[in-house]
């Protein structure tokens, strides 16, 4: 049947040609000064099906921004005290903001202005006489072009067989997770589990039976954490959990539920139920010793819990 699928990283199912416009977001930050102008854009940008936010300054478009989370900015080259192009600066000097594409329109504007605008990361420039349909065909074209961008970052980190993360996002947020639990005073566990003689699963059974005992075996595994933990198919039918605020007993315990689940997978293949199972390595590290233990010596640790684990017969938890 269907595997359950578990969000943040289960997401674009889509193919990219099927991105329906329809489904494209459409939030819109307007930073226009003038009320008319500004008025006359809001409606032809509600008549292009927006969903229309508008500031008159900087400082307003700032605090819009944190609060709106507009999908793109439409900004007046020509804004008081600064002007268009210190907002892109601003905005793309800032990780949170720079992705957010943005357009600058203008009654005019120098050649020089718009290369520079373009060079500081605007997505586009504008300038009189526009027709406002074309206008709002460009913010249109922006905001496809960001989120094709998104889908495309969202699956480059997403495992396509079991739809858990993959190794580059769990090597990419390892060490937030860390630094998180250095703040906080918290520890972090680290879970390494690996299906149990999985080579003659696909031997015995084919290669198609064992993709399902993959895809399975993860939704287990996803389903057996806190949605704050991490889960990642590391490798061929190796899984990784990255558990923080997570002391030992607590990623023990997550480890033998994990454990148990997988023994207790009831996968049939012409009739015949393939047995399953799964040995698990468990490493943590206190508060304390976050300073000086690396993300990359607890991987280790956990492999060679891991290690000990399927010399001691396999089907177990080691730490
Ligand atoms: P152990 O208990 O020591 O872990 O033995 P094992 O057979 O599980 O370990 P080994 O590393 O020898 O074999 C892993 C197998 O996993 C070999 C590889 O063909 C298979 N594999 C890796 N990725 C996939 C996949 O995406 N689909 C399927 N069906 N098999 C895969
Ligand atoms: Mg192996
Ligand atoms: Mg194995
Ligand atoms: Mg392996």
């Known amino acids: ?162 739809g858990l993360a993959n190794r580059g996002l769990l090597e990419d947020r390892l060490p937030r997770e860390w630094e998180g639990c250095r703040r906080r005073g918290q520890p972090l566990s680290i879970l390494m589990a690996d299906l149990d003689h999985f080579k003659s699963i696909n031997d015995t059974y084919g290669h198609a039976a064992g993709d399902e005992v993959l895809r399975r075996a993860a939704a287990a595994m996803a389903h057996s954490v806190r949605v704050s933990d991490l889960v990642a198919r590391y490798g061929g039918e190796e899984f990784v959990v990255v558990a923080p605020d997570c002391g030992p007993e607590t990623a023990i315990d997550l480890a033998e539920r994990f454990r148990l689940a997988v023994a207790a997978l009831r996968i049939v293949e012409h009739g015949v139920p393939i047995p399953v199972t799964a040995s698990v390595g468990v490493a943590s590290v206190v508060a304390d010793d976050l300073d000086d233990a690396t993300p990359a010596a607890l991987l280790k640790r956990a492999d060679d819990a891991l290690y000990h684990a399927k010399q001691s017969g396999r089907n177990a938890t080691y730490t």
């Open 1 to 162: 049947g269907p595997v359950p699928r578990r969000g943040p990283y289960a997401e674009p199912e889509r193919m990219m040609d099927d991105l329906d416009p329809v489904d494209l977001p459409r939030k819109v930050l307007l930073i226009e000064p003038c009320r008319d102008e500004q008025a006359w854009l809001r409606n032809e940008l509600a008549g292009g099906q927006m969903e229309v936010y508008t500031a008159a300054d900087l400082i307003t478009a700032r605090r819009a921004v944190s609060l709106f989370r507009p999908n793109l900015i439409l900004a007046q080259l020509r804004l008081p005290t600064h002007g268009g192009l210190e907002l892109v600066r601003l905005l793309k000097g800032d990780a949170e903001t720079r992705p957010i594409p943005v357009i600058l329109y203008a009654d005019l504007a120098t050649a020089d202005e718009r290369v520079l605008a373009l060079d500081l990361g605007a997505a586009d420039v504008v300038t009189r006489p526009f027709a406002a349909a074309e206008l709002i065909a460009r913010v249109r074209a922006a905001i496809r072009a960001r989120h094709l961008v998104e889908i495309l970052e969202a699956r480059a980190h997403i495992d396509a067989l079991t």
